[in-house]
């Protein structure tokens, strides 16, 4: 693994909009589609130059696809001569990397130190309860539950992020109405200033 990570990894993850609008809105190819490998040619050329990682790439590819079809995979194989076991290598190594279809919206659930210790786990409680899993994606494919370490906003703890939206400050009531303010089952999303304690 000695792909030098790009600028992408070192970007702050709170973008200091704990209000957010999950933005995210990617329609993966259906059951047996084919992933058209024509949005990925700059980056297969920037990394063919020498100016971009293998990570780069499947970063992109995850852009473009919202997750990294097996297709898609033996397609940068091929264009970067990179054996396709090296390939799935990194793909499954870097928690980051999706080798299953993700739902419309993707949560990000912080269980770090910091929000255990600012009541994660009633977060936890609240947001399983509203969506009906506690990992995974739900069944009518439009969430995708992760827990993760530590989402770097250990300041505006407890927090979730949904497709790189950040929520801070979280109580179990704020995460259910974050949730039913994504489905459209409320007309907007709380107020930052409602979001405080
Ligand atoms: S521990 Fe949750 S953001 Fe750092």
């Not at 970007?11 to 329609?27: F, K, L, T, W, Y």
């Not at 409680?125 to 494919?141: C, N, R, S, W």
């Not at 827990?147 to 906003?153: D, N, P, T």
Request: proline residues 8%.
């Amino acid at each position: 693994m000695n792909d030098t990570l790009q600028r992408e990894d070192t970007v702050h993850p709170c973008n200091g909009d704990i209000r957010g609008s999950a933005r995210r809105d990617m329609s993966p190819p259906g059951p047996g589609e084919r992933s058209s490998p024509l949005p990925l040619a700059p980056a297969l050329e920037e990394y063919k130059a020498g100016g971009a990682s293998l990570i780069s790439v499947l970063q992109r590819a995850q852009e473009i696809y919202g997750w990294l079809p097996q297709d898609v995979l033996r397609h940068i194989s091929e264009a970067t001569g990179t054996k396709f076991a090296k390939i799935m290598g990194v793909a499954t190594f870097y928690t980051q990397f999706r080798l299953q279809p993700a739902g419309k919206y993707v949560i990000m659930l912080c269980k770090g130190t910091a929000c255990h210790v600012n009541g994660a786990e009633g977060i936890s409680a609240a947001v399983a309860d509203e969506l009906g899993i506690t990992e995974g994606t739900t069944a009518d494919g439009l969430f995708t539950l992760n827990e993760v370490a530590c989402l770097g906003c250990c300041s505006l703890s407890p927090v979730m992020m949904i497709n790189g939206e950040t929520y801070g400050s979280l109580t179990p009531e704020k995460a259910r109405a974050v949730l039913r303010a994504v489905r459209g089952t409320l007309p907007e999303v709380p107020s930052p200033k409602e979001q405080k304690p």
